[in-house]
């Protein structure tokens, strides 16, 4: 059989090296600093999960480089340099060569070896905080839901008032955002109320799963405060792409100073006492394209400034159109599924825990901003933004929510309020 002549194989070349780099461009390899860079370690485990990952590259490399340069040197030494060679006799053929088998057997178990030491302690040291820090770890409990996550303080106490108005001790609970003391390891229960979710903040620590009926755990340490991305790392329905959470790291003072406001009750911003009806209605809304990113660049230039802002309430409050939208909360059933410490009836667990969810920087799973146009555009229409979620389908479906513009607008003033 003749082959065809091999054409111009330098375009050729030029064309797969071309296609490799853009790929790789493409897939982010190169975005070293990435929000969801795992080459961007914040943490020791982070750190332990990246210098495994480069042992496991530089043996790989040294394995190609030696195949590969074998192959080159068989492919180039041995080729047809003519017409009479490319229909030669093959030469005498040998069967196996015991030294080159053994050889190979033998490197091919050390390449192993020497990813498996690593790997195994790697194991070991993620899997629980070191026995020397273990006193000083911080306990919390994440919990997947189709498609967010739920964040709980086992040993913190929040106040919620009862129904005399007396204030009792209630969880201490988060939605979609983890605060956590910065230098200290943090030790994280991993659970689920429905399907398996996986855990994963590519710059402290990650993946672990969260499988129903099954606990597991992790445990990682942000070395200075910061503000990290998290993300589900296993398919769980058809919003598992958009099923986001953020971890902010504080210093113990910070950290502590939001302890207090999260115990807290909701803060009750009153009507006026002069009385009168909601000021001036909010100006039109933004549109928003199907899948538009949720974040503007005020987020990008410096998230942890843009959680610290979040914190204070808003300089021009309609304290009218908050108290429409206290009622409204209840009213319009958005509290039979979330719980606002303060707000009468609004005990709900299905959605997530709302009694601060004005001071944190995300809404919808992690996915917006949280801003008064993402508000809208989440409240508006979930179905848009997270295609199946439980507050379109066993809400406004379920419940046949309907809200009016000035409804929207008083709920978003009152969910704002909510620092
Ligand atoms: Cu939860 Cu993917």
Redesign the pocket.
């Known amino acids: 059989m003749r082959f065809p002549k091999p054409s111009t194989s330098l375009p050729r070349w030029a064309v797969a090296t071309a296609a490799l780099a853009s790929s790789t461009l493409l897939s982010g390899c190169f975005w070293l600093d990435g929000p969801q860079s795992t080459f961007d370690p914040n943490g020791p485990v982070a750190k332990a999960q990246l210098d495994l990952f480069y042992v496991t590259c530089w043996v790989t490399l040294v394995i190609f480089v030696l195949v590969g340069s074998a192959l080159a040197y068989a492919m180039i030494k041995f080729r047809a340099r003519s017409d009479a060679d490319a229909h030669a006799e093959p030469p005498e053929q040998h069967h196996g060569n015991p030294l080159v088998e053994v050889s190979l057997i033998a490197a091919s178990v050390f390449s192993l070896v020497v990813i498996a030491i690593p790997t195994l302690r790697g194991v070991w040291y993620s899997y629980d905080v070191p026995e020397a820090e273990r006193a000083d770890a911080y306990e919390v409990t994440a919990t997947?839901?189709?498609?967010w996550?739920k964040f709980d303080y086992p040993n913190e106490k929040a106040q919620t008032p009862d129904a005399t108005g007396k204030l009792v001790s209630a969880d201490l609970t988060t939605g979609s955002e983890l605060v956590i003391p910065a230098g200290r390891p943090v030790h994280v229960n991993l659970r689920?109320v429905d399907?398996?979710?996986?855990f994963w903040i590519p710059k402290l620590a990650g993946k672990v799963d969260?499988v129903p009926n099954r606990g597991n755990s992790l445990w990682f340490k942000a070395d200075k405060p910061g503000y990290f991305w998290g993300?589900?790392?296993?398919?769980?329905?058809e919003?598992?792409?958009v099923?986001r959470f953020r971890v902010i790291a504080l210093g113990p003072r910070e950290f502590n100073d939001w302890l207090n406001s999260q115990m807290a009750p909701a803060r009750r911003v009153a009507p006026d006492p002069e009385g009168g009806a909601a000021k001036a209605q909010f100006a039109e809304y933004r549109v928003f394209r199907r899948n538009e990113a949720g974040y503007t660049d005020r987020f990008d230039a410096s998230p942890l400034n843009a959680w610290r802002a979040q914190q204070l309430p808003g300089k021009d409050e309609d304290r009218a159109l908050i108290a429409k939208g206290r009622e409204l909360f209840v009213s319009k059933t958005c509290a039979s599924c979330h719980t606002v410490r303060g707000v009468e009836g609004a005990v709900g667990v299905q959605g997530p825990e709302l009694t601060h969810v004005g001071a944190r920087t995300t809404i919808a799973g992690g996915l917006l901003e949280n801003n008064r146009d993402e508000l809208h555009r989440w409240i508006h229409a979930p179905n848009e933004v997270k295609p199946g979620n439980k507050m379109w389908m066993n809400g406004y479906l379920a419940n046949s929510i309907k809200l009016t513009t000035a409804d929207e607008d008083a709920l978003i003033a009152f969910l704002e309020s909510l620092k």
């Open positions: 997947g839901y189709q498609w996550f689920t399907v398996i979710h996986s969260m993300q589900c790392a296993e398919f769980c329905g919003s598992h792409a099923m």
